[in-house]
């Protein structure tokens, strides 16, 4: 047992990749047996990482977990692995989703269901390798292989234009990548010039010391990396177009977990590295967040494809999550971070739903549904308390959220906070439009007639979803116990560098005075 704790992060990255092996001599005619096998598969790997949960030691900012052995010493890169209280949660959320997205496709992929299955759990591997990686160089391995995978979901099972979503969601992220890749190669670089060591450690690299100016270009190739994957207006466009097409279970992965990676590398990576640019930009980024809440909250309203509604709702949210960690208080970073889980929950379990509309109805015009209530009760309750939590109920995961992160931001940007709020007010008025239209509305369309309410499967697979959404809505604690030491450290060393440039600063202006 002990030798299975201390390799655990191991185990949750290969496991997936491993089990494919167990898939790849079964007749690709047995879909049955794949599915049911590559789901088991799927729920082993959640329950492991069930025991970061138990293990993490919630009074610590310290990284946990941690495995290192040297991997290419001659260029300082070494297999290093740990987790601290933000992506301890966002590899619970990436184990959960690739469960119950293997789950909801049992109805909606009916060809290639053994590349499909394969697809998704190698596609879990880099999920789970990028979240865990403190080696510069194999984050962004995992980061590079991710796409692979969801480029396949989307071409071969998605709709309409798939390929063409599929090509436009590699080349945004391909091209913001590479921008990326050569921020991090440059610190790389300054970083053996000022030790004479070579090392992709990123605790280590956090030790750079970075001139201003060259901090500002430095952060803004790490911004088009990261902004692109979140996506943060307007960079975002890539995203509708790639939820739209999916198939549903990427769709919930596109949500749930890929979007965080965007927040995960600022946080990680872009904002410990070059503390003084990211000071210096946080109005602009915040500006930009801002924007994003108001923008995808207006064009959400005027959308006819409940697909793209949700997609387009990703961005408005995920501008609350940017407006929360660049306002680098201790209150709105807990938020942001809080607000990834809700996000992925959320939106996924949003996602299923229009799924199962689909499956059903073959549709995803909302002109074309209405009197589906009368007919699914059960679907109908169930959908309602993941829309309520989408806009931010009390008592619901998606307002506490929110809340800390509107609390923490308001006493540095009064003006933008403001601002930001009303698009609470815009989420409600487009999910609940949406909602009543989809549910209540007279029967458009014969298929309504017939609708088939939710089966046994298909309850399994959105309700640990649902129980988040109340777990976390009334007892935020045992989340945010987690969170908090690591924001804290975060917060932390921001000051100190802040302090310091403040000092620079003020130096600088008085010489030239």
Known sequence: MDFFIKHLLSVLIFFPAASIFLLLPINKKNQGVLRNLSTFLSLVELIFSFYLFVYFKQDTYK???????????????????????????????????????????????????????????????????????????????????????????????????????????????????????????????????????????????????????????????????????????????????????????????????????????????????????????????????????LYGAFVSIVQKDLKRLVAFS?????????????????????GAVLQLLNHGIATGALFLFVGMLYERMHTRQIKDFGGIAKKAPVFTALFMISVLASVGLPGLNGFIGEFLILIGSFHSYPVLTVIATSGIIFAAVYLLWMFQRVMFQGVTNPAAENFEDMNLREIITVLPLIILMFLIGFYPMPFLERIDPTVLHFVSMLNHHNIVYNVIKLKTGLSNA
Do not use: C
């Open 314 to 334: 990703s961005v408005s949210h995920m501008g609350f999550i940017m407006l929360g960690l660049f306002a680098m208080s201790v209150i709105s970073i807990n």
């Open 63 to 293: 990284f946990q977990f941690v495995e290192k052995s040297s991997w290419i010493p001659s260029f300082g890169a070494s297999y290093f692995l740990g987790i601290d209280g933000v992506s301890l949660f966002l590899i619970l959320l990436t184990t959960l989703l690739t469960f119950i997205s293997l789950l909801s496709s049992y109805r909606y992929i009916k060809e290639h269901v053994k590349e499909f299955v394969i697809l998704m759990l190698l596609l879990e591997t880099f999920m789970i390798g990028t979240f865990a990686s403190l080696d510069v160089l194999l984050f962004y391995l995992f980061w590079e292989f991710m796409l692979i995978p969801m480029y396949f979901i989307i071409g071969m099972w998605g709709t309409g234009k798939r390929v063409y979503s599929a090509v436009k969601f590699v080349l945004y992220t391909l091209s913001g990548s590479l921008i990326m890749l050569f921020g991090l190669i440059y610190i790389f670089i300054m970083h053996y010039n000022q030790t004479g060591n070579f090392t992709f450690n990123i605790l280590r690299l956090y030790n750079t010391n970075i001139p201003s100016g060259l901090q500002l270009i430095l952060f803004i190739a790490l911004f088009l990396g990261f902004a692109i994957k979140i996506p943060l207006f307007p960079f975002h466009t890539w995203l509708p177009d790639a939820h739209t097409e999916a198939p549903t279970a990427g769709s919930v992965i596109l949500a749930g977990v890929l979007l965080k990676f965007g927040v995960y590398g600022f946080f990680r990576f872009a904002i410990p590295l070059l503390p003084e640019a990211a000071f210096t930009l946080a109005p602009f980024v915040i500006i930009l967040g801002v924007i994003g809440i």
